[in-house]
Each structure stands twice: as C-alpha cells, then as structure tokens.
C-alpha cells in the first residue's frame, strides 16, 4: 500500500494518508516519508524566507549543525564565516509591510579582517557533529582551522602544503575525531584534534589534488575519497595497507582509456543514507552510484549534469524521505532529482551567477542554497505559497475586525458597516505589485479595463 | 525563426529555451505567425524608439491570453539574442511595456531575468553586446533604468526581481541609487550651472559699469582734447563767424571777398603754406551740394536777422560730408538770399514761380542772375578737395597732441568702449547705460574719423614709410580720390571694391564721378576680358583678381605679368627658341646628300705591331647613315599626374577608386562614366587625358552634390565604431543608396529592406578587401610556390646538390 502524495492535490493526498495510517493501512513513518518526499518535489524559491545578508563576497560552502538542525554555518569568498539561526524567522519592518517578508537573522559573524579569519576564500565549513561549540573551516589559505564557536576565535590550525579542497568530520565516529582533508597533494591527511597534528596519511591517489573527502555514515572507519586521477576510493583508516577498493567499472573499454570511476576528475563523493552506496560526481559531468561493498556501478542513469568544474561540488543529499533527492549547483541553476526516478528532473532558478552550494534543512524542509551573487536562498515547499494565503488570510481577518471595530465606534446602522466591511475588502484585495495593468489606451476607448489576476 | 545564434549556450538553457518554446503550443497559429510578424516589425525599424501603433497592436495580441504574453516573451527573449544591438534594444523596450502590463509576463520574464539581464546589460563578460555601439549603449543604460523602475514599482511581487536587483547592486555594483538620483541631478546641474553663469554675468556687468563710470570722464578729456585740437586747427565757422557777428560789418556778397576776410580772420595756427588749400578748408565737401529751393519759406528767411544767415550760411562750410549735407538741406532755403556761391554750378533749374509775393525775392535773385523762386541750384563747391593740415613749427604742438589723442582713441578707448558694449548688451544690462555707452562710442567715433579725414593718421604713417617724399604723397593724393580712407591698405585688395560699392552714396558723388567711375569699371572689366583669354581665373567676377582689376589695374598688370612669366605655359611663346645642340645633320643642313657616315676601320688583328697591309674600310651602310640623319629628341612633354579614377561599378555599389592612367588592372580601360559609374559611351573610347580629368572633375562634383562629405557614411560608420557614438551612418547609407536609385539604375541588389544599421559595413572596408584578396589561401600558396620554384631553380643553377657548390 502506498500512498501517492503529488504536487497535485497535496492537502488531499495527506488527508488520505492520514486515513490510512489512522487505519493502519500505512506505518506512520511510510507516510512521513510520503509527505517529505512530497514536499521536497515542491520545492520552490520562497517568497517570503530569506537570510540575512552580510556585506561579505560568494557563498562558498553552507552546512547546518546536525545537532539541533538549527545554526547555519556559511563561508565567504573573502574568509568571513556567518551563523544563522534557522529558527529565528523574524518578519522584516523595512519592507513597509507591504509583503511578509522574514528573514533568518544573524547570529554571529567572523568578519574577513578579523585576525582569526581565513585569509582567503573559504572552501569548507563544519560543524562539530556532536556539538554547535565546535566547527571547522578550510580554505585557499591552506590552513584548516577549529573554531571556538561561542568565543569566535581558532582553538587551533593546521597547515597544509596546498589549497585544502575539502575536509569532513565523521558524524557518526565516536571512537575517534578525524578530519579527513582533501588538499593539492594526492594524500588524504586524517588530522586528529585531540593529537593535535595530522596523525595519518592516505596514500593511494596517483597524482594530483584531492577533490572530495567523505566519512561513511554508517561505519565510522570508512572514508571516501575522490581525486583528479578520476578516481574515486573508500579507505577503511585502520589498515595502513591502502585504500579498501577503488570505484571502477570492470567493463574492458576500448583503447586507452583506464578503468576509472569518471572519465574527469572526481569532484564531489556522498553516501546514500543507507551508507550501501556512493555518489560520485565528475568533471564528465556525470554522476554514478557505486556498491559501497562490491564497488560496482549501479546500472542507474542519471541525468547528464554541467558546469561541473574543476573544483569541489559542494551538493547534498535529502534523508528522510522515502525517495531521497539531489541538490546539485549546475552554473546559475541547482539541479534536482530523485535517486529512484533520477529522470524526472527538476531545475531551481533563482541565483544570477553559479551556485557554490547547496544544502537541506530537513527541520524547515526547506533547501538553502549560496552562490556568487553573494546570496544566500531560500527554497521551501511551493515557495511558501501557504504561507501567503494564510497571511492574506490573517490580514483580511485584520481588515475585517478593523472595519466591525470602526463601525462600531461610529455606532451607525448594519448596513453602513457592511459598505465599511466591503469596501475594506475590496480595498484589501487590490494588490497592486502582482496584478495585471492593462491600461485603456492599449484599446478603444470604449472597451473597460480589465483587471486580471 | 532562428532562435540560437550563441554557440556557446549550453544544454541546460537550450533545454530551458524549449521549455519556453511550448507556449506558443496552445496558441492559434494565426495569433502566431500575426505575432511574429508584429515583433519583427517592431524590432527591426532600427529607430531608438518603439512605433505606437504597431505597438499598440502587439498589446492588443497579448492581451487575449497568458499564453499570448508567454509566448510574446519567447518571441522578444528570441529577437534579444539576435547579433543586433538596434533589434536588442527595441525587443528590451517591448519587454518593458509588456512587463508594466501583465503580471504572467512579469513572472515568466523574473524567471529568466538573469539570461535577460545578460542579453541586455552585458553582465556576463563572455557575453559582449554586439555592434552597434551607441545602440548598445543605450540599451545597457536604458535597461538598467528600466529594471530600477520595475524593482521600484513591483519589487514586492516578485522576489527574484529583488535578488536578481540585489546582484546587479552587490556583485555588478551597478550603483541603482545614481540612476534614480541621476535624472534629479542632471536637473540640478542645468539649474546651478545657469546660475553660476548669470552669477559671473552680473559680476561682469558690475565691472565694466565700474570701470565705465572710472574712465568716462578720462574718455570724455580725451575727446574733448582731440575735439579742441581739431577746433584749433580747423576752426568751425560758426566761431571765427562770431566775430564777424559782433564786428557788424556787412559782408561782401562776393565769394572771393569772403574767402578773403576769412582769411584775414584764420587764426595763427593757419599756416601762410597752407593758403593753397584755403579753398579746400571750405569747401569740404567733395560732392556737389544741390540745393532746392523752397519759395514758400523765402519772406521768413528774408526777415531773419543777417548773423543768422551769415551763420547758415557759413555752416555750409563744415568740414564734415555727412553734416553739411544735412545741414545744407536743413539750411537751403535759408542760404537762398544772400549766399554766395562759386558759380560753377553745372546745372540751374529755374522754375517759375507763380507767387506775387515773392517778386522782391525775384528781383533780389535776379541780381545774383537767378530767374525765380522755384529753381534748384546745385552747388558744385569746388574741386572735390581733400584737406591738409601741414605741420609748421607753430602747430606743431596742437598736431602732435591731435595725433597722441587720436592715437589712443582709436587703440585702446575704442575697442573698450565697443568690448563694453558687447558685454552690456551680453549681460542684459540697462537701457540708460547702454545708451550712454553707445554715446561714448559715437563721440568717439566721431572724433576718430574727423582725425582720419584730416589726414593725420595716414600722413605720419607714410611719412615713416618714406620720408623723402612727402611732397611727392601729396601730389597724389587726389588720384586716390574715392577710396575709404579709413580702410586699411592691407584690406583694400581684399574688400576695397566691395566696401567702395556698398559704400558709396550716390549723393556724394560728383557728376564727374558719376560719369567716369563706371567707365572705369567697364574698362577693368574689358581689360580683365581680354586677360580671360590667357588665364581663365580672372574672367570670374567672384575672384580676388578680378576685383583687383577694378580696384587698381596698374597693380594688377604688374601681378598679372609676373604671374604670366612665372606661368610655363605662356612662357612658351615668349620667344623662347628651342636649344638644339650641334649635330652632323646640323652641319650638313645645306646639303644633307653629302653627308657621310665615318668610315670605321677594323682591325681583324688585335696584335700591337703585327698588322695587315691592306684593310678595307668598310663602306658604312645605308643604316649607319640614316643613324646619322636622324635626331634624337627627348620628349619634352609636360609630367600629368593622374587626375582620374577609374570609376567602375564595383559590387559593393561604389566606384572604383583606382588612378590608372590608362588601364585599370581589374576594370580594364579607362573610360569616361558618368556619375554611376557607367560608360558615357557605347563604344569603348580610349581615353584621352583631357576629357578623363574634366569628367572625373564633373563627376566628383556631382558625388559632392549628392552627399555632402561629412555624410559619407563609411566614415560615419568608422567613427561611430571608435567613439560609440551614433552619427546617423545608417540614415546617410539609406539617403546615399535612395539617391542611387533615384538616379538610374543604382545597385537595385534588392538586399536587406530593413532599415537597421549594418553592423557588417564598418567590416567592409577597402583594407580588409584587399587583405581578403592577398591574404586568402590560394594566392599565399601560389606565391609560395612560385618563391619556391626560384629558390629551387637558383640552386639547381649552381649546383646546390653538389657539395664543393653547395657553399658557394
């Protein structure tokens, strides 16, 4: 039994999924992956949310603490990093109240001349996985850096010989703390906090920098990595020998071409919820999935990506639903589509130049995305149309008990306060920003104008 | 329709395009194919605005449906991504209009904002706006304008109108709040700037008012010095006659005594030298006076007191031309009585008067020989007469003085004054100040030209010129009768004849003059007549020498002969015999039967002492001899540079600029063509110099006449191309091809009927045919070839395969 929850009818879908869980049809958790997945079909730029800018460049990279699912960690072309508070949705006064704009506010900034900052461009940021007191953030400068998040100041940093691309902190790792950190060399170094240097080396890339690092989230040991050898590795960091497998395809290809997971380099690698399989995504600007236990490629197509360039895909993964989607920054527009029905894409325009980032606020279902317009965007469920049907709704309520208040005061007759409460409405109902306006000198003079929504 | 133009689009918006595309599905196809057509008119008219009413037809079109706006989108995003910028900026203003209207087509057009914007605006560097230039500039501008006015006005609707006005702000930094305080400025600027330049006005006028009431009371000194120099040495009648008037004697009605007593009266400074001239010093007019009489005023006049008449009289006298003309008129009919007057007077018309009144005044008339009452007597004063003043060692004080006042009047209080006068008219200053400045001139002006006319200013300069001959310049100046004195000489070849005309009141002329002046002309003018036919400049009235030749013919021969010798052509038959140097056939011209060739003795051994006895001289044969009959001549024709293009038709409706003197290398021949560049006649004629040069000179003419030169519009287009500026290249093309076709045949190519600008034409340049032409593969091949086959050839020649001669 399943239940279909289109961009249809949504309302309705629920309320059938609802009768059917409350006749124990479904499980409650089938139709709460029914809904999310609903919903994130839906996404759409929100008319109302937005983040509070900051005067700082591109948005390079955004992560949201696993924690509370609450403090969005963002990292500036220019070595500020900027914290959100995704739970603070405040309404704007600025915007003259005309539309219900709310943003999500500041919490705290590190701003590019701060002598903590990075001196260039952030690539990465992190939090801490077990705490929002904690973060990390690498970048251009070839130094990685831990933060104290509540004093804003570095506890420590490590330096590397080249660009850090990449680092990750396991989520799931409880018996250590690594940070894995992907640089302009081909050796993954596994930076331990607690040892205070990077206390291994993964040698196994051929050459070159490595583009993508990603802890396993289900098993703590095991690290994924991507280079631009175009391959891409798993490593279980406790045997010294060398990776555990490389993706490749055993299908002999013709001619020279090696047996490599992409024909570019690999530059963004993610484990499927289930951690039974890799995404990879090249400079082929393609994406495969791989058996995380066999390597092997599924046999999925997935749709040809592009602007993939030479430098760390920054994409996410949705988690709760029943069907998990991607979010992939392809030049100015993000690329979206189901890992089970990978055709059925969808494109999110909204950023004016290339989208560095994207990632999933699962609390908010709202997807977060920052680009080189140097905006952090808002997408959520049917652009938050709801939301502005129910504040219509609200402010014609407003209108309406106003109007029976006024009329009231002036103590005249019923019908009087009709008119009020009609003309109130009327007066309500014109919204001049997103009506037609025809004007009469387009027609004969004779024709009336029209006003359409 | 073409749609994508742009190789580098990628898949993702090709993909977004055909989205776009799916509009027009739903629509009937009539509206379709009516609204592309409407778009297509309305984009390529090339103007920087939009046509109302085909416009307003398009409006109409899209206001059916939301489909129909959808599609109006795909159809202006497809024009914007025409190569154009004129089709680009009239699809943005479309875009415009539409997006005030409908909300569907806000929302799509927000979706695409960024490929808009990019279109547009230029906002991603890989993707330049295309030629031309000032179209492209305006529409970069003019969209920006645009899109604050939207963000303005709907920015609350649409929140990607917001961001994507959010990027152009933050990462274009496109500074928004300029372009809508821009327009509030530019008003701003205007204002201040008109009042800063009226501030400065008033300064202005506030400075020549203070320096005028500083310095008129030194100018009014200086006038007054000159005046009373002038006084001194020319006194008025009307002054020394004042003591005829308290003396009470009777004057003599007789000139001569007159003249006498006023000589008996001059004041010292009246040099005895300058008795000669006594004559002159009261009869200054040069012209005669005619006098008409009134018989009506006459018994007033009779009772009149005697110094009045002697005043009125006397005032005839004044120096001046103008003033006693006037005062002549004024004062005829007192003068009637009693003046006397040198009767020389060519004409007397005497009418009879009909009054019996008048009898006395008849009979008292005819003692003086007059008939009647009514009569005209035209007074011929004399010898028209300049005057002189002759510096002695007794005037000469007042004359120097004369001469400084003079001096600064003319240098330095003049031009003042008249630099007053421009900036208070400039300046809007008041009526009385004005009027008083314009006094000041005519004083002075007043005062400079009585200078002028005493000869003062002149005379010193020739004096410095050559001291010598004072004597001389005096004795000629009456030749100069007629002329301005006050033009300069440097001037008068120039403006002399002209000015004479223009100037030249009939009244002042004496009979004499009258007769004689255009006798004089007509000479100059049959002179300059036969001169034509030796050189044909001077046969144009409109010509500096022609005017010389009126003015001053004696310096015109002189110019004119030198200009003739140093003219080769003329040179010719000025006696000059050829020089041929001497020759056999010059020494046998008597008999040239007996010339001889010289015999040439051979010599079959070349050995030093070992000769043969007998060597025949060879007999020299008929050629030899005919070698020595002929002479060699060197060809002394004149050097004619080409004056003449070749003037084919070439496909790109011009003519072919090439000066070949005979053949052009790719039209063949030259030949004569008219204005088009075809030939004038049906048989190829080989063209003879004379004919070419004055066809290409008519036809040059007439090219001129068609367009003027700074309407080219190649030019137009090369300059438009450097500065970004539009001069109308694209009109002057139109207007040059409408005249090309009006004439004849023209280039009737057909081509393109759309009134854009051709953004191709600034490429099509005569430097870029001919490097199209050397450049293309197959002739660098060729020449390579043909370089490589001589190289090979060279050395194959000295054996460069051949290692002793390979290094050689």
């Known amino acids: ?453 | 329709m073409e749609l994508i133009h742009n190789n580098t689009w990628d898949l993702l918006e090709c993909r977004r395009w055909r989205e776009l595309q799916v509009y027009s599905k739903n629509l009937d196809p009539n509206v379709v194919s009516q609204m592309k057509k409407i778009i297509q008119e309305l984009t390529t008219t090339g103007s920087p605005s939009l046509d109302v009413n085909t416009l307003k037809k398009f409006k109409r079109l899209c206001r059916d449906g939301d489909d129909n706006v959808r599609f109006a989108f795909y159809l202006i995003m497809s024009q914007l991504k025409k190569n154009h910028s004129e089709i680009r900026l009239s699809a943005s203003q479309v875009a415009d209009e539409l997006f005030n209207r409908s909300h569907a087509f806000r929302e799509i057009l927000v979706n695409y904002l960024n490929e808009f914007l990019a279109l547009t605006t230029e906002t991603e560097a890989s993707k330049p706006l295309p030629p031309p230039k000032a179209a492209a500039v305006k529409m970069k501008t003019d969209t920006l304008k645009m899109i604050q006015q939207w963000y303005d006005k709907y920015g609350q609707g649409y929140r990607k109108l917001v961001i994507g006005y959010d990027y152009l702000k933050n990462c274009k930094h496109i500074d928004f709040n300029d372009i809508r305080a821009r327009s509030v400025a530019e008003r701003m600027k205007i204002e201040e700037e008109e009042r800063k330049k009226q501030k400065i006005m008033a300064l202005r006028l506030a400075k020549v008012l203070k320096e005028i009431s500083e310095e008129k009371d030194e100018i009014m000194m200086c006038v007054k010095e000159a005046e009373s120099c002038l006084q001194l040495l020319l006194p008025s009648p009307d002054d020394f006659l004042r003591d005829f008037s308290g003396s009470e004697v009777l004057q003599s009605k007789s000139n001569k005594n007159d003249d006498n007593k006023v000589d008996e009266k001059i004041p010292p400074c009246k040099s005895p030298s300058a008795e000669n001239h006594t004559d002159g010093t009261y009869c200054l007019s040069n012209n005669p006076v005619s006098i008409v009489e009134s018989p009506l005023r006459s018994p007033e006049l009779d009772s009149c007191p005697q110094e009045e008449n002697d005043n009125a009289k006397l005032r005839l006298l004044q120096y001046s031309n103008s003033s006693a003309d006037t005062k002549l008129f004024e004062n005829s009919s007192l003068e009637r009585n009693d003046m006397e007057i040198e009767t020389e007077s060519d004409e007397k018309n005497v009418s009879d008067s009909n009054d019996s009144d008048k009898d006395e005044c008849v009979d008292d008339q005819q003692l003086h020989g007059l008939h009647g009452p009514e009569y005209t007597i035209e007074v011929d004063l004399g010898q028209p007469d300049i005057f002189n003043v002759q510096e002695t060692s007794d005037n000469i004080d007042v004359v120097r003085t004369l001469k400084e006042s003079s001096k600064t009047i003319s240098v330095n209080l003049l031009p003042k004054v008249t630099a007053w006068l421009e900036i208070l008219s400039k300046t809007g200053a008041k009526e009385e100040d004005i009027k008083a400045t314009i006094d000041l001139k005519v004083q002075l002006e007043c005062v400079k030209q009585k200078c002028v006319e005493l000869k003062l200013v002149s005379n010193e300069k020739q004096k410095l010129k050559d001291a010598d001959s004072d004597e001389e310049d005096f004795e000629d100046v009456p030749e100069k009768e007629g002329y301005e004195p006050h033009i300069p000489a440097h001037l008068r070849t120039e403006y002399g004849l002209d000015k004479r005309e223009t100037s030249a009141k009939p009244e002042h002329e004496s009979a004499s003059q009258k007769a004689t002046l255009p006798l004089k002309t007509e000479k100059s003018w049959q002179w300059n007549l036969k001169e034509k036919l030796k050189k044909e400049y001077t046969a144009d009235p409109t010509s500096l020498a022609a005017a010389m030749a009126r003015v001053n013919p004696e310096k015109l021969n002189v110019d004119s002969s030198a200009e003739s010798k140093s003219c080769p052509g003329d040179s010719k038959d000025s006696s000059q015999v050829p020089f041929k140097s001497f020759g056999t056939d010059l020494a046998f011209w008597d008999n040239p039967d007996e010339m001889e060739a010289p015999s040439i003795v051979k010599y079959d051994s070349l050995h030093r002492f070992w000769t043969p006895k007998e060597f025949d001289s060879e007999k020299p044969s008929q050629h030899d001899l005919s070698a020595l009959r002929t002479r060699v001549v060197t060809y002394a024709g004149k050097f004619e540079p080409v004056k003449w293009t070749c003037r084919a038709p070439m496909p790109n409706g011009k003519l072919c600029e090439r000066m070949d003197r005979y053949k052009c290398p790719f039209h063949g021949k030259v030949i004569p063509r008219d204005e088009h560049g075809n030939p004038q006649h049906d048989d190829v004629m080989p063209s003879s110099s004379g004919t070419r040069a004055t066809c290409g000179e008519s036809s040059s003419t007439e090219d001129n006449s068609t367009l003027p030169p700074w309407k080219d519009p190649e030019l137009q287009r090369e300059i438009e191309h450097a500065t970004g500026k539009d001069l109308g290249s694209a009109r002057s093309q139109k207007e040059l091809e409408k005249k090309l076709v009006g004439k004849g045949k023209g280039k009737g190519k057909g081509k393109k009927t759309s009134n854009l600008t051709d953004i191709n034409a600034s490429k099509n340049t005569s430097r870029k045919r001919i490097e199209n032409k050397i450049f293309n593969k197959g002739s660098v091949k060729r020449v390579c070839a043909t370089l490589d086959s001589a190289d090979y050839r060279r050395v194959r020649d000295k054996f460069g395969n051949q290692f002793n001669y390979s290094l050689s």
């Open chain 1, 1 to 453: 039994m399943s239940v279909q929850c289109g961009p249809n009818n949504p309302k309705k879908n629920i309320i059938q999924g609802l009768a059917y869980q409350s006749a124990g049809l479904i499980a409650p958790i089938q139709l709460q992956r029914e809904i999310n997945t609903s919903f994130v079909r839906q996404l759409e730029l929100s008319r109302h949310k937005e983040v509070e800018a900051t005067d700082a460049g591109a948005v390079n990279d955004l992560h949201v603490d696993t924690t509370e699912n609450r403090y969005l960690l963002s990292g500036y072309s220019d070595g500020s990093i900027a914290v959100h508070d995704l739970h603070d949705l405040r309404e704007d006064e600025y915007n003259n109240g005309e539309v219900d704009s709310l943003t999500y506010k500041l919490v705290c900034t590190v701003s590019a001349g701060s002598r903590y900052a990075h001196k260039r461009s952030i690539e990465t940021v992190q939090w801490y996985p077990l705490d929002t007191g904690i973060f990390t953030s690498s970048g251009t400068d070839r130094v990685l850096k831990i933060w104290d998040a509540n004093r804003l100041q570095t506890a420590e940093e490590y330096s590397f010989n080249g660009i850090v691309h990449c680092h990750h902190m396991s989520p799931v790792a409880t018996r250590h703390t690594m940070v894995a950190v992907g640089t302009d060399s081909s050796v993954v170094k596994l930076v331990d906090p607690r040892a205070g240097s990077a206390t291994h080396s993964l040698r196994g890339h051929k050459e070159g920098a490595v583009r993508a690092v990603q802890w396993s989230n289900k098993d703590e040991f095991i690290l994924a990595t991507g280079g631009i050898d175009n391959f891409a590795m798993l490593w279980d960091v406790r045997t010294a020998k060398g990776c555990l497998m490389k993706m490749q395809d055993n299908k002999k290809k013709s001619g020279y071409h090696r047996n490599t997971t992409h024909d570019g380099s690999v530059n963004g690698v993610e484990f499927t919820p289930d951690g039974h399989h890799l995404l990879t995504i090249g400079t082929d600007q393609k994406m495969y999935a791989w058996d995380t236990s066999s390597g092997k490629k599924l046999a999925m197509r997935y749709p040809t990506l592009s602007h993939i360039k030479r430098r760390s895909v920054k994409f996410c993964l949705t988690k709760s639903g029943s069907e998990n989607f991607l979010f992939i920054p392809t030049g100015s527009s993000i690329t979206s589509f189901g890992l089970v029905t990978p055709s059925r894409v969808q494109r999110l325009y909204g950023h004016y130049n290339n989208v560095n980032c994207t990632v999933f606020h699962a609390d908010g279902q709202q997807m977060l995305s920052g680009g080189n317009d140097h905006k952090i965007l808002v997408w959520s469920v049917r652009g938050d149309l709801d939301y502005s049907y129910y504040v219509n709704e609200r402010r014609a309520l407003a209108v309406e008990k106003m109007a029976r208040q006024e009329a009231a005061a002036f103590g005249s007759g019923e019908q009087n306060e009709e008119d009020h409460l009609s003309r109130s409405i009327v007066n309500f109902q014109v919204q001049p920003h997103t009506l037609d306006t025809w004007s009469d000198d387009d027609e004969d003079d004779t024709e009336q104008n029209d006003v359409r929504r």
